[in-house]
């Protein structure tokens, strides 16, 4: 079975630019969480969707938006790129939502750099 | 606020030797524990979690982790290290009863398994 995928795998904007980040999670799991992990750093919790629904933000400014589809895949955009933007967008699939003890499995994640 | 320390951002441990990988929490009620292990280029992986009963928790690839409350501490061992073990090691935590999937990660620490 195929595991948490991500695109692009890598990719190179510069300042104010936009960008799309795409997940599609494993089969059957309808809850899909983003996380940016800036170098020598922990990930951090950017978004949570449950069936389509917003179901956790952390602290991110508003550049930061995301959405769920029927699939259940899921895309991350930022706005007007900042250089402090670069990381690594990592995504997270989950069979339900944040109810239980359910584990996260990750995807290889999106190398963002932003020159 | 909730928060998780790995006070070793390196560990460097010979082949065969046991291994620790430190980690304490500040959070309120019972938290939910993991450790995930995180590969060059890779997303993280899975290692085992805590979330109530036996102090002692068994995971994946033999390694092993032990709950202390009175400590706060959730330290990840190993009886025997591999250089394969060589890796970043992140420990997170979750509060149950926020209904997310927001997991508070540490910074890391990377072990070095010398042959």
């Known amino acids: 079975d195929a595991g948490v995928t991500q695109s692009p795998t890598h990719l190179i904007k510069t300042r104010g630019q936009h960008v799309t980040l795409r997940c599609s999670p494993i089969?059957?799991?309808?809850?899909v969480s983003w996380y940016q992990q800036v170098l020598g750093q922990g990930p951090q919790f950017i978004f949570q969707?449950?069936?389509?629904?917003?179901?956790g933000r952390g602290n991110f400014p508003d550049r930061f938006s995301a959405r769920q589809f029927p699939n259940y895949s899921s895309e991350l955009n930022v706005n007007a790129l900042l250089l402090g933007d670069s990381a690594l967008y990592l995504c997270?699939?989950?069979?339900?939502?944040?109810?239980?003890?359910?584990?996260?499995?990750f995807g290889a994640g999106s190398r963002l750099t932003v020159l | 606020a909730q928060s998780v320390a790995q006070p070793e951002d390196q560990v460097n441990v010979a082949e065969g030797n046991p291994l620790t990988v430190k980690c304490t929490y500040s959070?309120?009620?019972?938290?939910?524990l993991f450790w995930y292990v995180q590969y060059p280029n890779r997303g993280l992986q899975f290692l085992l979690k805590?979330?109530?009963?036996?102090?002692l928790v068994k995971g994946s690839y033999g390694f092993e982790a032990e709950f202390n409350k009175s400590q706060t501490s959730f330290h990840l061992k190993k009886p025997s290290a591999l250089v394969s073990d060589s890796a970043l090691y992140f420990c997170?935590?979750?509060?149950?009863?926020?209904?997310?999937?927001?997991?508070?990660f540490g910074t890391g620490t990377r072990l070095k398994v010398l042959a």
């Open positions: 997270a699939s989950s069979s339900k939502t944040g109810s239980g003890a359910n584990v996260l499995t």
């Open positions: 089969s059957g799991h309808k809850s």
């Open positions: 969707y449950y069936e389509k629904e917003e179901r």
């Open positions: 959070v309120s009620g019972n938290p939910y």
């Open positions: 805590y979330i109530t009963g036996d102090n």
């Open positions: 997170a935590v979750r509060d149950p009863t926020s209904g997310t999937y927001k997991y508070i």
